[in-house]
């Protein structure tokens, strides 16, 4: 054998000891749980003040990076289905309920008192996601209405919001739409532009910065229930988590990899089950979550070791900690580190 080849395969061991070695030592530590909400919502912008929302009407906050929670319910929404949460700072938090009518509520008071900074009642109305570029300017992405991707946008801290129509070289179809698994199915960036994958009918991947039809995606197609459920965005990379929410253990055709800003992806090994959510820890390392469990890869999503076969909806990495937040049903929050 050739000495370049021999040095190679030695490399590629070592590689896949090490991560089998990493997987063993991380664990998912629960911070909290219980509570009767399905959690979706999870943000932070600096690891120490940390929001949650869910189901039934509940907001969870910690200014202590997951020691301590306080609970709390928005008086009149406790019926409601909060999908996702956006943390401004300084006791400054956005949350999204999602349909009936749909509206966005914003706290600056730790949660304290909240007030309603944006309602539709529109036939049809149905809020996925949001994010923020920064603390003023942000994005809501809802299911098409009449025909037409629907998007509202603040640049004044997500005290007031405007629907607005992009101008794109195509459609959506019939089916086509968004998930709400996670409140990560949209990614904000510098300058106003936007990057939105896009489910059901058709799986493909929307930038509003191209003049450009969208991409097709490497996803389970042509199914209402299934497509990309959770978007991660560092710099060029996107990552992708996915497939059908009726069929949690089934990974084929649930993740998609890009390295030139979404133009192409890479064809990818399936996830252990279906995604809901997916964080870039590196270029190499990639943390994804689902109903059946956690998820890391070392190999760029070629192939992926399970960490923990808890359930949980929605994961965030603290890069300057090195740490994973995750949420999920019955109120469980999760942090990872060691890995």
């Not at 008086?75 to 999908?83: C, I, K, L, S, V």
């Not at 991707?149 to 997500?158: K, S, V």
Request: net charge neutral; with cysteine; aromatic share 10%.
């Amino acid at each position: 054998m050739r000495p370049f080849f021999l040095l190679t395969l030695l490399s590629l061991l070592s590689l896949e000891i090490t991560a089998a070695q990493s997987a063993e030592v991380a664990h998912i530590h629960i911070l909290d749980s219980g509570r009767s909400t399905n959690l979706r919502g999870l943000s932070s912008r600096d690891g120490s003040e940390i929001w949650v929302s869910g189901s039934n009407g509940w907001v969870g906050h910690t200014k202590d990076g997951g020691s301590s929670w306080n609970w709390l319910q928005p008086q009149g929404y406790q019926q409601r289905d909060f999908r996702d949460v956006q943390a401004l700072g300084n006791g400054s938090a956005v949350i999204m309920g999602i349909d009936t009518p749909a509206v966005l509520l914003k706290t600056t008071s730790g949660g304290t008192a909240w007030k309603q900074v944006y309602f539709n009642n529109t036939p049809g109305m149905f809020l996925d996601a949001m994010d923020f570029s920064d603390n003023q300017n942000g994005i809501v992405v809802g299911d098409p209405v009449g025909g037409q991707i629907f998007l509202a946008r603040t640049q004044d801290g997500a005290e007031s919001w405007q629907a607005f129509t992009p101008v794109f070289k195509d459609s959506v179809l019939s089916g086509e739409a968004f998930f709400a698994a996670s409140g990560s199915n949209i990614h904000l960036e510098d300058g106003g532009y936007f990057l939105l994958p896009s489910g059901g009918a058709v799986s493909r991947f929307w930038n509003s910065s191209r003049q450009r039809a969208p991409v097709l995606l490497p996803l389970q197609q042509g199914i209402l229930s299934a497509g990309p459920n959770g978007m991660d965005v560092q710099g060029n990379i996107i990552a992708i988590a996915g497939g059908d929410y009726t069929k949690p253990g089934q990974g084929d055709s649930c993740f998609a990899l890009s390295f030139n800003g979404g133009r192409t992806w890479e064809p990818q090994h399936a996830l252990p089950g279906y995604g809901s959510a997916v964080a870039i820890i590196n270029k190499h390392t990639l943390i994804a979550c689902g109903l059946t469990g956690v998820w890391i890869s070392y190999t760029s999503g070629k192939s992926w070791q399970t960490l923990d076969n808890t359930p949980f909806n929605a994961l965030l990495y603290i890069k300057k900690q090195n740490r994973l937040l995750l949420a999920g049903p019955h109120g469980k929050i999760g942090v990872l580190e060691n890995f």
